[in-house]
């Protein structure tokens, strides 16, 4: 089969690659018909995240169609449509119980690499490192699924591959920033990043009835976007953050603020990208965090603040003092895709939302290396990339 690899940071390539096959009974394999790149695929791409190895099969955000069961497998059959979340869960363990199924204590078999970095390991993912299990990615043309009564969720016949394919992750993981903070109606929200993962965001906070949601970014593309959607903007090319938001909320500032940006992040301070640059480089921190630093300043007292844009290990100058002083809760993790794909099935039915609108370049396989490189280095027009094999 044909699949997009890792070769190394900066550059991925399309290979000719063993189909995967049956290997346990809980297993299914799909024939993939849809695809995407991820921004947090951008962060192996850029070689922020270690145990990546030449050739490994990139991508987390897939669908497509089952073509072979394992004996175990009892709620799907050859034939069916199927999305796939991109965390990997037994369905068995404590957390899985409680639907904290990125937290799944079963399916990471390099959980000690991440247990000496984080003092416990979450669950596996597909196509993301030698950290969370090697499992082979989704942007290929077939993708082997371990413990598929657990994660996979049939779709309609009637919805096409773009209005459902970002239930695979970046939608839930909008869902879950604003969700998990509480965000209600009265709730001013700001969120930092309108790539894919803001856009849900802000879609999420307005669908959960926030009075007044804020979009902060560099790109006026992608502000533009999350205009459309009814957010207020703030160009941070032109404009602080901080002074904005206390203007335009007469000074109360945001109560809910939300980093969908990461580790990769950059400041409107000079000073500021160029120390993070340097230490980054030097490997005196591993991410940049930028957008989390703004998030907590510009936070209302008493607030929270989410974080669903990944990080991977240290950062330097984190204003502790500044959420300890104001009272700020603070919540991130991976998104734990399967406890939202089915109620926000049912918004997309019901013509709540239309996830396809963020979709701004459409190729096969083939494009994946000109599209990596396009999400990477053109933000402004490059919003999100869909592949079809």
């Known amino acids: 089969m044909r699949a997009v690899t890792f070769q190394g940071t900066g550059k991925v390539q399309v290979d000719t690659v063993d189909?995967?096959?049956?290997?346990?009974?809980?297993?299914?394999?799909?024939?993939?018909?849809?695809?995407?790149?991820?921004?947090?695929?951008?962060?192996?791409y850029d070689g922020f995240v270690p145990e990546m190895r030449k050739?490994?099969?990139?991508?987390?955000?897939?669908?497509?169609?089952?073509?072979?069961?394992?004996?175990?497998?009892?709620?799907?059959?050859?034939?069916?449509?199927?999305?796939?979340p991109f965390n990997i869960a037994c369905g068995q363990c404590a957390f899985c119980r409680m639907d904290a199924f990125s937290l799944c204590d079963s399916t990471n078999p390099d959980h000690e690499k991440v247990e000496a970095m984080y003092g416990q390991s979450g669950g596996g993912m597909f196509g993301y490192s030698h950290l969370f299990g090697g499992y082979a990615g989704g942007q290929a043309e077939l993708v082997r699924v371990p413990h598929a009564d657990v994660g996979l969720l049939a779709v309609p016949e009637s919805l096409p591959?773009?209005?459902?394919?970002?239930?695979t992750d970046i939608f839930p993981t909008g869902y879950q920033a604003v969700e998990q903070i509480g965000t209600g109606p009265g709730d001013i929200v700001a969120v930092w990043g309108a790539g894919p993962v803001g856009q849900f965001a802000v879609r999420s906070a307005?669908?959960?009835?926030?009075?007044?949601?804020?979009?902060?970014?560099?790109?006026?593309?992608?502000?533009?976007?999350?205009?459309?959607?009814?957010?207020?903007?703030?160009?941070?090319?032109?404009?602080?953050?901080?002074?904005s938001l206390m203007e335009l909320t007469g000074?109360?500032?945001?109560?809910?603020?939300?980093?969908?940006v990461g580790m990769e992040a950059h400041g409107a301070s000079v000073i500021g990208n160029v120390y993070d640059r340097v230490k980054t480089t030097l490997m005196m921190e591993t991410d940049r965090p930028?957008?989390?630093r703004d998030a907590i300043m510009c936070c209302r007292k008493g607030g929270a603040v989410s974080?669903?844009?990944?990080?991977?290990?240290?950062?330097?100058?984190?204003?502790?003092?500044?959420?300890?002083?104001?009272?700020?809760?603070?919540?991130?993790?991976?998104?734990?895709?399967?406890?939202?794909?089915?109620?926000?099935?049912?918004?997309?039915?019901?013509?709540?939302?239309?996830?396809?609108?963020?979709?701004?370049?459409?190729?096969?396989?083939e494009d994946g290396p000109s599209f990596y490189e396009s999400f990477r280095d053109r933000r402004s027009e490059c919003v999100k990339c869909v592949m079809t094999p």
Do not use: W
């Not at 591959?161 to 239930?167: A, C, I, P």
């Not at 002083?325 to 013509?351: C, F, H, P, S, V």
């Open 307 to 365: 974080i669903p844009g990944v990080y991977a290990g240290l950062v330097d100058k984190f204003p502790i003092g500044a959420a300890f002083g104001k009272g700020l809760m603070l919540r991130g993790g991976q998104t734990n895709t399967r406890a939202y794909m089915d109620r926000l099935l049912k918004r997309i039915e019901a013509g709540e939302i239309d996830p396809s609108v963020i979709i701004t370049h459409r190729g096969t396989l």
């Open 290 to 292: 930028n957008a989390l």
């Open 19 to 44: 189909d995967p096959t049956i290997e346990e009974t809980t297993d299914v394999v799909i024939r993939v018909t849809s695809t995407a790149i991820c921004g947090s695929d951008l962060h192996l």
């Open 251 to 260: 000074g109360k500032l945001p109560n809910r603020c939300v980093d969908a």
């Open 206 to 243: 307005l669908m959960l009835g926030a009075e007044r949601v804020f979009s902060l970014d560099f790109e006026k593309g992608r502000l533009a976007l999350a205009r459309e959607a009814g957010a207020e903007t703030i160009d941070l090319s032109e404009q602080d953050s901080y002074a």
């Open 55 to 84: 050739g490994d099969i990139l991508g987390h955000e897939f669908m497509g169609e089952i073509v072979a069961v394992g004996s175990g497998v009892s709620k799907h059959k050859v034939g069916d449509r199927v999305l796939v």
């Open 161 to 167: 591959d773009e209005k459902v394919l970002f239930l």
